[in-house]
């Protein structure tokens, strides 16, 4: 499986430990990594379709001072789509509005008539894509409607929206950024942990020898400002439990036996 680290702080604080132990575990997600960090001076957006533990990059900008505000790191062992750029996470986009998401997904998606359309219009094959191009779609459908660019509630109320429609029978393990909030969700039991330190929040599929990490409530969209919790959205109940026949038909179709 893919695994997942976010970072939601009041101030910039320095997380190369946490970097470092987070793409140590490549050899087992070997097929891409990607890392965006946010802070106030700049934002720094780079992936690879290479094994993180093996890229010199990684290797230059993993030091032990690095640090950001908020942050979605991503590293992929790859179900749908090829070891290719276009499939590597996170992904990024605008909104009408001018305003940028970054968006990184752990799970597959089994069943959803939401998102047929975007195998016509995404760069690379995931199913991970083409959530967030749906996203995307419903925010700037929102933006339309109210010819103005929208606010933290009305973002977080769409997204919800979009969390509770597409949870349903699929792994749906979320972090995105909106430039201000960090959203996160998991429907899938114990793959998804948090540690609070010093006013930060930190997020891991894998609990980090750093620090006290607990299970992220699941089932539920929540969304961090600055280190401290916003919005708690609605309990849909969509746990999801692997299917092993639900995964080899997925295998299959992909393969075109």
């Excluded at 792994?171 to 909030?181: A, E, R």
């Excluded at 960090?182 to 899938?188: A, E, G, I, Q």
Aim: hydrophobic content about 35%; overall charge negative.
């Amino acid at each position: 499986m893919c695994e997942l680290f976010g970072l939601s702080g009041k101030k910039k604080v320095n997380i190369g430990r946490e970097l470092k132990e987070f793409y140590s575990h490549a050899p087992k997600n070997p097929d891409g990594w990607g890392l965006f960090l946010h802070n106030d001076g700049g934002d720094l957006f780079e992936k690879e379709e290479k094994r993180a533990d093996r890229s010199a990059r990684v290797n230059e900008l993993i030091t032990d001072d690095i640090g950001a505000k908020d942050a979605i790191a991503h590293i992929r062992l790859a179900t749908v789509g090829y070891d290719e750029i276009e499939n590597t996470h996170p992904f990024k986009g605008y909104d009408l509005s001018a305003n940028e998401w970054i968006f990184a997904h752990n799970g597959t998606i089994f069943e959803s008539d939401h998102l047929s359309k975007y195998v016509y219009e995404q760069e690379g094959q995931t199913d991970s894509e083409r959530i967030f191009l749906y996203m995307l779609d419903c925010v700037n459908e929102a933006i339309r409607k109210k010819r103005r660019a929208l606010d933290e509630a009305e973002r977080f109320e769409i997204l919800d929206r979009m969390v509770c429609g597409l949870s349903a029978k699929n792994k749906l393990n979320l972090l995105i950024f909106d430039g201000q909030i960090l959203y996160v969700h998991t429907n899938s039991r114990d793959t998804l942990f948090f540690s609070e330190k010093d006013g930060s929040m930190y997020f891991s599929t894998k609990p980090l020898s750093d620090g006290t990490w607990e299970k992220v409530p699941f089932t539920r969209l929540l969304s961090y400002k600055s280190g401290e919790l916003l919005f708690s959205g609605t309990c849909h109940e969509n746990e999801y439990i692997p299917d092993e026949e639900s995964i080899n038909a997925l295998y299959l179709a992909y393969s075109g036996l």
